[in-house]
């Protein structure tokens, strides 16, 4: 029977099957609400897995389109030098734009270490030239050769050296989400099996009687592997609500802003959590229905 | 002298050389019996003698130590869990403690086979109320089961064992704790379902239940007795 088919046939249900289990028992209580903390938990888990997707894929993007050239010459040749430098650039295959940075930019890159106010014009700071690539990128190479004939005090930086740490980070922190997510799905089902196991032990006389008047295995099981389900869906779907309520409230994902800032879900992201109740029911069904198989071929 | 010897034609349940122990010593031993198709027996024996546990066999309760139990033809110890399955729903038992299930009405509970085997239909309502009302629960079809007396849980029993139109009954001694006008009402039920065909076995130490059906049926008499299945003599 495809797995369709059985989940079909589980939403379906049998009313009088369901009936044959009683409805009381603690375990009805500790799937829903054990349902919904994980489904919560996986709501963030799945919000920082998403964020720290969304930053790799920014890191990594913005530096491998940007470098910089660094020049430091006497304050004499320092505008010869980058005029030098823009030049060079403007005849270099796979640079989109250059520019250099004012020098109100460069005090406000410098401002967060030695505060406002800085006497930009006392300091002998290197001149920084931002260059822009094209998708094809540019022979970085090539660059430097011709930077060092042409502006002897002008260093390329690609951000090679630190852009690949930050996205592998940042790559990590997305593994690490989806190994989190995998791991509260492991929890859920170890709980729901604990508590089929539970509820079958306790109603092993329902089971007996049924198994005298001629009832299946299957038809057994059915009974508690759709109350388990439905219990781990609905609260999970609990879970899952309350999470996304949690992440909306939090200060608003912003493209330059800090990770922390930026945890939560951007647009369609909105409609990942909705598949964990779905995940928590599949759980639920697979983990209910091998537990109460083993039990039922355990007894006579 | 053993039941073997009458068997005649295809069993619908047999016991071959079938015995039965446990923990270290033998309750039952050697037991052969054929209940053909639209037989009667009666199992009789004193107390602890093993009714029950030859009960049990017939319905694959229980797996015998030695020997071999077949069910409609297969042998119980190579029947997959569906096959016998199958095979009890072909079957109506009344056990001797009556079991139920507590949380649903005495109505839900006597109509469980027909769900269990999905055979029920648009008229079953009607069968089930008719069925409650000739067993005496017809007032007491809401009632839970820890809610009957003795004899409402007997009759509810067999009423659910009846429910399906079974090939077989087995009963356990189905009028221990009702009142003799009441017995003699069962026992009809039984000698009408046999008359239709129905293979059925009763288990009873009750004598005068036994004379009773001899009177209306042709009805073997066993007595279990030191661990051996006999055939009764006159004395009843």
Known sequence: ?300 | MTEAAFGRGRAVIELKDAGYGYGGGTLLEEMNLRLTPGSFHFLTGPSGAGKTTLLKLCYADLTPTSGEVTLFDQPSHQMSRDDLAHARQRMGVVHQNCEFLDHLPITENVALPLTVSRRGGPGEDANLADLLGWVGLAGRKNALPPELSGGERQRAALARAVITDPDVILADEPTGNIDWEMSLRLLQLLVELNRMGKTILVATHDLSLIRAAKAQVSARVLRIAKGRLQLAGADL
């Open chain 1, 1 to 300: 029977m495809s797995l369709a088919r059985r989940v079909l046939g589980l939403l379906q249900g049998d009313a009088q099957a369901d009936r044959v289990v009683p409805k009381r028992g603690h375990s009805v209580r500790l799937t829903l609400f054990t349902s919904a903390a994980m489904a919560f938990l996986a709501v963030f888990a799945l919000a920082m897995s998403l964020a720290a997707g969304r930053l790799a894929d920014r890191w990594s993007e913005a530096l491998a389109r940007s470098s910089t050239i660094r020049i430091s010459a006497p304050a004499a040749e320092m505008e010869p030098q980058t005029w030098a430098v823009l030049e060079v650039l403007q005849q270099t295959p796979g640079v989109e734009s250059a520019r250099a940075l004012t020098d109100e930019e460069q005090q406000g890159l410098l401002e967060p270490w030695f505060g406002p106010g800085l006497p930009l014009e006392d300091l002998p700071i290197p001149r920084l030239v931002e260059v822009i690539e094209t998708a094809e990128g540019y022979d970085g190479e090539g660059l430097r050769q011709r930077l060092a004939a042409e502006a002897p005090g002008a260093v390329l930086d690609d951000h090679t050296r630190w852009r690949r740490p930050l996205v592998q980070a940042a790559g990590r922190l997305r593994m690490l989400g989806w190994i989190s997510l995998a791991l509260i799905a492991a929890s859920t089902a170890a709980m729901v099996t604990l508590a089929a196991q539970s509820a079958l032990a306790a109603n092993e006389r329902v089971i007996r009687v049924m198994r005298l008047i001629g009832a299946r295995d299957v038809y057994i099981a059915r009974a508690f592997v759709r109350r388990f389900t439905l219990r781990a869906a609905y609260g999970a779907a609990a879970g899952t609500v309350l999470g996304m309520i949690a992440i909306a409230i939090l200060p608003r994902a912003q493209t330059e802003g800090a990770f922390l800032t930026g945890l939560g879900f951007a647009g369609a992201e909105w409609l990942w959590p909705l598949i964990l109740p779905l995940l928590a029911g599949l759980t639920a069904f697979w983990a209910t229905r091998v537990a109460a198989f083993k039990r039922l071929r355990r007894m006579q």
